[in-house]
């Protein structure tokens, strides 16, 4: 156990909705990264925020956002579903803002039908 | 940019055999490394990381790597597989300033035989 939550575990959904993932980090991280693992794009870093402060950003959609409330844990949202959408989402976090070792949740998978 | 190449999609392996995936990464100066296995329906877990100092590192469940700056590679090593080593695994590669990012390569899936 890493010690990185998330919610929830499985989501399906059809295209054009819109649905909120949740994460919360370890205790005392104050880093939170967002990936996305598909069979066609593999491992893809999306999004990054330190102490509630959006700090790198990846290969993030424009239909896809991200924040970090006070009490560090995140969301991140995604809108105006497609097919291609469906994939694993991992949150993870670390304990500083230079990143060193990132400790992975167990992942929300999402279907959009 | 930074970018990893795990060249060998799939590997198999009888249990009690010796295991070394490969890694080879791009970066400009020393990154940090990481390995990560995950297994079916899975999140990922870390098995060792690189950041300075002693060039082969030891990791969880018996694994070890070792960073060859020369080569650019930081392979995964364990002397002696067992059936719950099945998984898929994943290099990574990390900046030491700016985008905190990690870049994974493709990832390996290892299979064991009896």
């Known amino acids: 156990d890493s010690g990185v939550t998330q919610t929830p575990k499985h989501l399906i959904t059809a295209t054009g909705q819109r649905v909120t993932l949740r994460c919360s980090p370890r205790?005392?991280?104050?880093?939170v990264y967002w990936y996305q693992q598909s069979l066609d794009q593999g491992l893809q870093f999306l999004i990054q925020?330190?102490?509630?402060?959006?700090?790198a950003k990846g290969n993030i959609l424009e239909r896809f956002s991200a924040q970090q409330f006070p009490d560090l844990h995140s969301e991140l949202n995604l809108s105006s579903l497609e097919l291609g959408d469906s994939a694993l989402y991992f949150c993870?976090?670390?304990?500083?803002?230079?990143?060193?070792?990132?400790?992975f949740g167990p992942g929300t998978r999402l279907l959009v039908l | 940019a930074q970018s990893v190449t795990q060249p060998d999609i799939h590997i198999t392996v009888s249990e009690g055999a010796s295991l070394e995936l490969r890694c080879n990464y791009s970066?400009?100066?020393?990154?940090?490394l990481f390995w990560y296995v995950q297994s079916p329906g899975q999140g990922l877990q870390l098995l060792l990381k690189?950041?300075?100092?002693?060039?082969l590192v030891q990791g969880i469940k018996g694994f070890e790597a070792e960073f060859k700056r020369s080569q650019s590679s930081f392979n995964l090593r364990k002397p002696s597989v067992h059936w719950s080593d099945a998984a898929e695994y994943f290099c990574?590669?990390?900046?030491?300033?700016?985008?905190?990012?990690?870049?994974f390569g493709t990832g390996t899936r290892l299979t064991i035989i009896p």
């Open positions: 690189y950041f300075s100092g002693d060039t």
């Open positions: 970066y400009g100066a020393t990154p940090y």
């Open positions: 205790s005392g991280d104050l880093s």
């Open positions: 990574a590669v990390g900046a030491r300033s700016g985008n905190e990012k990690l870049t």
């Open positions: 993870a976090s670390s304990g500083g803002p230079s990143g060193l070792a990132q400790y």
């Open positions: 925020y330190y102490n509630g402060e959006e700090r």
